[in-house]
């Protein structure tokens, strides 16, 4: 190996030890807890929202598979809900948190990003684009939601996860 | 008015039970799914039980149930593929073709450690009498100590350009990939190596790295710049490693970027003795831009490299093929691209594009030796196509293509394109 290319390689190697020495993090950004006393002030106790065949059918169009779930948890304090979810992404799910009040989305937050590429999606330059989105008719959103280079299917997750949680949120206050 | 009030109160009475029993029956009804789905799961288990890192952690509802979530265990399947008809309108001649077919495990072997895999098998048989390879096109370890700081290792794609890194066939407009970003940066690129990258504050993200470079002893074909030299981890010989760098910014709608690979492709003469103390630098870099405004999609790039010791490498790789050809010296080209969604509702989306393209692989001419620059390396292509989104995954697609220097690759193609 040239010197010069030992020499780059040593100070490469040097950066990354002193990089996993000092600045190990995990890559949950916010905990669910946290993330609900944030929005509440502090933690209501959690709701059960049931998924009735029809709700299990339309959400199952919404995501293009089936939920696994038959019932989903949530929090609401009567105006606010918040719907914690998980989509895949390229080949990880990511985990958001959803805030919907009087039927748009108030906040939306990534809580747990697992793909090695397309972080940008928790960035709130791509997360203000959710804000005040309500359901169109039927459960389009009502906006298109500009994507990231190199991030197509997180976008696409984080999308039907905002659909979904507008969707639960219009039916949880039906049941 | 007594008799009508009392009919009221009554099947108020007798109603109000009634949809409670409704309501149960669907929640008994639900219930008994779970437990019928968690049964089933159970029976899937090992007798030992799974690990218990494969339960989601949080305390909330996951809506999938293929969840390994945070910690280790998951192993994830990928794939993508793509079938095209070309029809040359020169000769008239056709060609169907299942041009890749990729699939690809994933793996979390916890919350820091990563592995990731593509296996492609091109023209659908691969065998020695067929056209068809089969090649292991990423492979590589990823341990993430913050969002700032990931390290790579293994064989993986060079940073360089837009297609390189995403190359699915729904991420791109045309049939076929664009020329600059194969001729010039030689799609899909993969280096064995050692990489870093991470983000830089709002929207920057960086990538640097070692890999193994081009080997010069092996370029056979100056049609495609660097590329037929090319080692894509397939006992590469490894005397000149190489270095890599890339800046991108990206934000909804937005990419500017740029990069560059540089390192000496003589290999100490491992694959041509003459080369023996030849460096042949390869210096390629690239900047790019993607902006999309309301439906209308733009995107750009510039790439360029060259090739040091054209001349040493003229006589010991040129004059000595069969046929002899003069070696690519320096190589550029651009392109630009519009898109627009004219049709965008539900999973549908119709995006009709045209690309103009221009390249130039200037060759190491050598009259002496009768080694001469190509001319159809020179070229400008006009591609005009649509894109139709059946699915956001899944795309048809059909263009034609005009070649302006060498009219024999004028075509109109159509094509399937699918990832997961």
């Known amino acids: 190996?040239?010197?010069?290319?030992?020499?780059?390689?040593?100070?490469?190697?040097?950066?990354?030890?002193?990089?996993?020495?000092?600045?190990?993090?995990?890559?949950?950004?916010?905990?669910?807890?946290?993330?609900?006393?944030?929005?509440?002030?502090?933690?209501?106790?959690?709701?059960?929202?049931?998924?009735?065949?029809?709700?299990?059918?339309?959400?199952?169009?919404?995501?293009?598979?089936?939920?696994?779930?038959?019932?989903?948890?949530?929090?609401?304090?009567?105006?606010?809900?918040?719907?914690?979810?998980?989509?895949?992404?390229?080949?990880?799910?990511?985990?958001?948190?959803?805030?919907?009040?009087d039927a748009r989305i108030d906040h939306v937050r990534v809580l747990v990003y697992r793909e090695s590429r397309g972080g940008e999606v928790r960035r709130p330059s791509f997360l203000k684009q959710f804000h005040h989105a309500r359901l169109a008719p039927g459960t389009r959103l009502d906006r298109d939601i500009d994507g990231i280079v190199g991030a197509t299917l997180s976008v696409g997750a984080m999308e039907r996860m905002a659909r979904l949680a507008l969707y639960f949120d219009r039916k949880s206050r039906e049941q | 008015m007594k008799r009508k009030t009392l009919a009221l109160a009554l099947a108020a009475a007798f109603a109000a039970p009634t949809v409670s029993a409704q309501t149960l029956d669907q929640k008994i009804e639900i219930l008994q799914q779970e437990i019928d789905g968690l049964k089933a799961q159970i029976r899937k288990m090992p007798a030992q039980g799974r690990p218990a890192a494969a339960q989601t952690p949080l305390d909330y509802a996951s809506p999938l149930d293929h969840t390994a979530g945070l910690a280790s265990g998951s192993t994830t399947f990928v794939g993508y593929g793509e079938m095209n008809y070309s029809k040359f309108r020169e000769s008239g001649d056709a060609k169907a073709d299942l041009r890749r077919f990729v699939f690809g495990f994933n793996h979390r072997f916890d919350d820091r450690l990563t592995f990731h895999s593509e296996v492609e098998i091109e023209h659908s048989v691969a065998s020695k009498d067929d056209e068809g390879e089969v090649e292991i096109e990423q492979a590589w370890l990823n341990y993430r100590f913050d969002d700032s700081i990931n390290v790579k290792g293994g064989l993986f794609l060079i940073p360089l350009g837009v297609l390189n890194e995403t190359h699915e066939p729904p991420t791109y407009y045309g049939v076929e990939r664009n020329e600059v970003e194969t001729r010039i940066i030689p799609t899909t690129w993969r280096e064995l190596g050692l990489g870093v990258h991470g983000e830089l504050g709002e929207g920057f993200r960086y990538d640097a790295g070692i890999t193994t470079g081009f080997n010069s002893g092996k370029l056979d074909d100056p049609t495609v710049g660097i590329r037929s030299a090319h080692q894509e981890g397939q006992l590469a010989d490894a005397h000149d490693l190489s270095v890599y760098g890339a800046l991108n910014y990206r934000r909804p709608g937005l990419l500017v970027g740029g990069g560059v690979f540089t390192g000496n492709t003589g290999q100490n003469g491992q694959a041509n003795p003459l080369l023996k103390g030849v460096a042949a630098r390869l210096t390629l870099w690239d900047i790019h831009v993607k902006y999309s405004i309301d439906r209308l999609e733009l995107q750009a790039l510039y790439a360029a490299a060259t090739l040091g010791d054209t001349?040493?490498?003229?006589?010991?790789?040129?004059?000595?093929?069969?046929?002899?050809?003069?070696?690519?010296?320096t190589m550029k080209g651009a392109y630009a691209q519009a898109a627009y969604h004219v049709y965008k509702e539900g999973k549908l989306d119709v995006a009709p594009f045209v690309r103009l393209e221009r390249f130039e692989i200037e060759q190491q001419e050598d009259p002496a030796n009768g080694l001469f620059q190509d001319p159809n390396n020179f070229e400008r292509v006009t591609t005009v196509g649509v894109n139709f989104k059946l699915h956001p995954q899944v795309v048809l697609k059909t263009d034609v293509q005009r070649y302006h220097t060498d009219k024999s690759k004028d075509r109109f193609s159509i094509g399937i394109g699918y990832m997961f």
């Open chain 2, 311 to 329: 001349d040493q490498l003229n006589a010991a790789v040129g004059a000595t093929a069969t046929p002899p050809f003069a070696v690519p010296k």
């Open chain 1, 1 to 101: 190996m040239p010197s010069r290319l030992r020499y780059g390689f040593s100070i490469l190697a040097v950066a990354l030890a002193l990089s996993a020495a000092g600045l190990a993090r995990g890559e949950s950004y916010q905990e669910p807890e946290a993330f609900l006393a944030e929005v509440f002030g502090s933690k209501p106790a959690p709701k059960v929202f049931w998924l009735t065949k029809e709700i299990q059918a339309e959400a199952s169009a919404i995501l293009g598979h089936p939920p696994a779930q038959l019932r989903q948890r949530y929090w609401s304090d009567g105006r606010k809900s918040v719907w914690i979810l998980e989509e895949m992404g390229k080949d990880e799910l990511i985990t958001a948190g959803f805030v919907v009040a």
